[in-house]
T-cell receptor
Framework: KAGVTQTPRYLIKTRGQQVTLSCSPISGHRSVSWYQQTPGQGLQFLFEYFSETQRNKGNFPGRFSGRQFSNSRSEMNVSTLELGDSALYLC?????????????FGEGSRLTVL | GIQVEQSPPDLILQEGANSTLRCNFS?????LQWFHQNPWGQLINLFYIPSGTKQNGRLSATTVATERYSLLYISSSQTTDSGVYFC?????????????FGTGTRLTIIP
């Protein structure tokens, strides 16, 4: 079956703009979580959605937000972009959101903020 | 929060050599996964191994949950094994359902 699909793969924005990234999970997966990867901070958890509800949130400012639709697809939005938001954004999906579970990642969306 | 340490940070080997990557974690975990990050950034699942031993071709992994460490073995290395290897753990308590990643081991295989 198809893997986790993230779009767009690459994008360039300027400071102050906003961006929306999309993640389509593996069929049957209802949990979608988002991670940010930067050279300085490594891989950090942003938030997780399950059944259209945010279940957990990392330590990121309110400019970072997300949502999940009834078909389990998820979007994340970053408003008022800053240079430090340049990163690889990865989404991961799993069947459930607690206890024993294996997470699968998409190819990522690489954001450059100029 | 939980600490995840990986060693060594960098490893350079000749093609055909064997290697062992280590992951230490500071708390009891429900889940542990090993990933290989390819040059394009995707995290490729290698093992889902909260405990025990698994093997997949030239790769194998062992997690000793009671002693809070996991090992990834790569035998007969190939240049395609190059990249960064991450271990990631997840606590089981409510509100902590997220992967915490180690800083990774960068493996370079020289032909």
């Amino acid at each position: 079956k198809a893997g986790v699909t993230q779009t767009p793969r690459y994008l360039i924005k300027t400071r102050g703009q906003q961006v929306t990234l999309s993640c389509s999970p593996i069929s049957g997966h209802r949990s979608v979580s988002w991670y940010q990867q930067t050279p300085g901070q490594g891989l950090q958890f942003l938030f997780e959605y399950f059944s259209e509800t945010q279940r957990n949130k990392g330590n990121f400012p309110g400019r970072f937000s997300g949502r999940q639709f009834s078909n389990s697809r998820s979007e994340m939005n970053v408003s008022t972009l800053e240079l430090g938001d340049s990163a690889l954004y990865l989404c991961a999906t799993s069947e459930g959101y607690r206890l024993i579970r294996e997470l699968f990642f998409g190819e990522g969306s690489r954001l450059t903020v100029l | 929060g939980i600490q995840v340490e990986q060693s060594p940070p960098d490893l350079i080997l000749q093609e055909g050599a064997n290697s062992t990557l280590r992951c230490n974690f500071s708390d009891s975990v429900n889940n542990l996964q090993w990933f290989h990050q390819n040059p394009w950034g995707q995290l490729i699942n290698l093992f889902y191994i909260p405990s025990g031993t698994k093997q997949n071709g030239r790769l194998s992994a062992t997690t000793v949950a009671t002693e809070r460490y996991s090992l990834l073995y790569i035998s007969s290395s190939q240049t395609t094994d190059s990249g960064v290897y991450f271990c990631a753990v997840e606590l089981g308590d409510f509100g902590n359902e997220k992967l915490t990643f180690g800083t990774g081991t960068r493996l370079t295989i020289i032909p």
